[in-house]
């Protein structure tokens, strides 16, 4: 007989939240509901889903409650910078404000993680523009969905000098990149896009022929590949 009763302490073992999820039966509707609710969230089965519910329930109020208020104001106050779209607290973001940012370089890039992932490199001191997306007819996304035109309007400003796209390596990414390209061609800014080619501590052989070929088209001086290392 496998423990289904709730305590604030050690609550179900691994075989009755398996039991519990695959009878679908909670022993409490505000159990059910939450687990319900967090399952939405991308990457979370119920089995995780209840696993985190059972997590909480063991833990202190304050600090749950805390979790609860820091959702909530995250999606109440979360704001997006009026120049560069990117996550902000404020109108215009930490980054765009930062006058040591080289102000003529744009890295154009799909999300607010992306402009994450970069900043954590730690390699780029320009500004981003993030789209929002990427052109996909697929997922009815056409060009007028994502912010470009706002990115023609810096453009536009004079300012900028070079844009450099880090979009995904794919069809989607590349239609996009294209799109722009073209759209602000006449601009004469320089445009650049981010090295695709194998990743650190491939093997060539199992490298796909499409990611070794760009390898090779990209190639660079052997003196400039030693300033990465
Ligand atoms: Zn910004």
């Known amino acids: ?74 999606r109440q106050n979360i704001r997006y910078c009026a120049v560069c779209h990117n996550i902000s ?49 697929f997922e009815g996304k056409s060009p007028a969905d994502l912010n470009i035109e706002s990115l023609a309007r810096r453009v536009e400003s004079g300012n900028i000098s070079e844009i450099v796209f880090a979009l995904p390596a794919n069809m989607e990414g590349d239609t996009t990149v294209f799109y722009i390209y073209k759209k602000l061609k006449p601009f004469g800014i320089k445009f650049s896009t981010i090295a695709r080619g194998i990743a650190i501590g491939d093997e060539l052989e199992y490298t796909d022929e499409i990611t070794l070929g760009r390898s090779i088209i990209n190639r660079q001086p052997y003196e400039a590949s030693l300033n990465g290392i």
């Open 89 to 137: 607290d404020d109108e215009v973001c930490s980054i765009c404000s930062d006058a040591s940012r080289e102000a003529s370089l744009i890295c154009v890039v799909e999300s607010a993680r992306d402009v994450m992932a970069i900043e954590n490199t730690g390699q780029f001191r320009g500004l981003y523009h993030v789209l929002g997306g990427k052109i996909s007819p």
């Open 1 to 74: 007989m496998h423990c289904l009763t709730l305590t604030p302490y050690g609550v179900c073992n691994v075989f009755s939240i398996k039991l519990l999820t695959k009878l679908n039966t909670y022993p409490s509707k505000l159990l059910e509901n939450a687990v319900n609710e967090l399952s939405r969230l991308p990457g979370i089965g119920k089995k995780t889903a209840l696993r985190l519910c059972l997590h909480m329930l063991g833990q202190p109020e304050p600090g749950i409650t805390r979790l609860g208020q820091a959702i909530i104001e995250l």
